[in-house]
């Protein structure tokens, strides 16, 4: 069995290169907790990066994490992390990181009972 997918199904995953991350941090979303141990939550997993790519060091394994989607949509370069230095220590930089993505969900987790789930009864 090959361990790399053919080159025309890598997503922005890449749960085939990505593999070694995923298991080291038992699959599991360092954010909200994602469970991506049954096969069609794997399929959904991707990689975060501790600190925004743009230095030399940012592809190495160590600045590399597993995230579910929705996390990782809401850890880009947006709001206040765009203003973070650079030059912040990586956990410092990735515990502010964690925070933001932790109270942006909860702006959804807000969201949610007012807006969506009526639409649903
Ligand atoms: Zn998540």
């Excluded at 597993?66 to 850890?75: E, G, I, K, Q, Y």
Aim: with cysteine; net charge negative; glycine share 4%.
């Amino acid at each position: 069995m090959p361990n790399e997918l053919p080159i025309e199904l890598r997503g922005a995953s890449r749960c085939d290169v990505n593999a070694h991350i995923f298991l080291r941090d038992n699959y599991t979303c360092v954010h909200c907790g994602f469970d991506g141990r049954s096969f069609p939550n794997w399929m959904q997993l991707t990689v975060d990066h501790k600190r925004r790519v743009g230095l030399p060091a940012d592809e190495n394994d160590d600045n590399k994490v597993t995230c579910c989607p929705a996390c990782n949509s809401m850890a880009g370069n947006v709001g206040e992390l765009k203003e973070l230095p650079l030059d912040l220590p990586i956990d410092e930089y990735f515990q502010r990181k964690k925070e933001y993505v932790k109270r942006s969900r909860k702006t959804f987790f807000d969201f949610w009972p007012a807006n969506v789930a009526p639409s649903l009864e």
